[in-house]
């Protein structure tokens, strides 16, 4: 039975869905036993939408565009 | 984010005969996302858009160069990552002490199980300064790892892409994520527990 920190290291790296069927297995039947480490992924995939969110605050006005290309073409 | 889309050689062509509206074409799909992970990296307003400004002045200059092997995006975004890289060590910011690893194995026990669990933090998640939060927990990462996490999880960017951008092996992207999620949790974690 694989541990809950193998799966904990699983969740966080991301890297899950290249790894062999049966680890993929193993930590599906993990998450479906364990509260704690489904809190954890659960709480992995809050924290990735919530980034994702952040991206929004992170934009310009329009003008971006503009003030490169002239920046770029000057003479 | 959409996905990266090769080049083609007439679009290169075009590109370095410095034609108007094929220079447009790329200033117009790329300047924003630039901008926006400039931003994320933590560069304020005017310094991110001098930032972005500084990676088409190389774009422009380095374009006879450039062999249309990458995609014009990974390209884009690699010389934007080598002048971040320069601009910290300009400003001396000193990389954080990384001890997440110490943090992690604090909270299992010998056998592997959790000695101190992950705490409950649905109010975090639910509440409306989470992206204050999140923003706040992004500055304290290791720069390194704070470019992994900001490329994959915040612009969208697929991994391979983000290692040809990073210069880094795919295992090596993969423990600087893994470090970045998990050091997130642990600061949301604190976060948190101040707002119980």
Not at chain 2, 78 to 87: N, T
Not at chain 2, 143 to 148: F, K, L
Not at chain 2, 184 to 192: A, N, Q, T, V
Request: aromatic share 8%; proline share 3%; glycine share 4%.
């Amino acid at each position: 039975m694989i541990s809950c920190k193998n799966v904990a290291r699983l969740l966080a790296s991301d890297q899950l869905q290249s790894e062999d069927w049966w680890i993929r297995l193993e930590v599906r039947l993990h998450l479906a036993m364990c509260g704690l480490c489904s809190r954890l992924a659960r709480q992995l995939k809050q924290l990735r939408a919530g980034a994702r969110n952040i991206r929004e605050q992170n934009e310009t006005d329009e003008g971006l565009e503009k003030r490169v290309l002239e920046r770029l073409t000057r003479p | 984010m959409t996905p990266a889309i090769p080049i083609s050689d007439d679009f290169l062509a075009r590109l370095r005969s410095r034609e108007p509206e094929a220079l447009s074409e790329v200033v117009r799909d790329h300047a924003r996302p630039l901008y926006r992970a400039a931003r994320g990296l933590g560069f304020a307003e005017p310094e991110a858009e001098d930032l972005v400004q500084d990676v088409f002045a190389t774009f422009l200059v380095r374009l006879d160069s450039f062999e249309g092997r990458s995609q014009l995006r990974t390209w884009l975004f690699g010389i934007m990552h080598r002048k971040v890289q320069e601009r910290r060590r300009a400003s001396a910011v000193e990389d954080r002490a990384d001890a997440i690893e110490d943090v992690l194995e604090s909270r299992f026990n010998l056998s592997g199980k959790w000695a101190r669990p992950p705490a409950d933090l649905e109010k975090l998640f639910l509440s409306k300064e989470l992206g204050q939060f999140i923003r706040g927990c992004i500055e304290s990462l290791p720069a390194n790892q704070r470019d992994a996490f900001v490329l994959r999880e915040v612009e969208g960017l697929e991994t391979n892409e983000i290692c040809k951008i990073l210069n880094v092996s795919a295992t090596n992207f993969g423990v600087l994520f893994y470090r970045a999620r998990a050091q997130l949790r642990e600061c949301l974690e604190l976060k948190g527990w101040s707002k119980q």
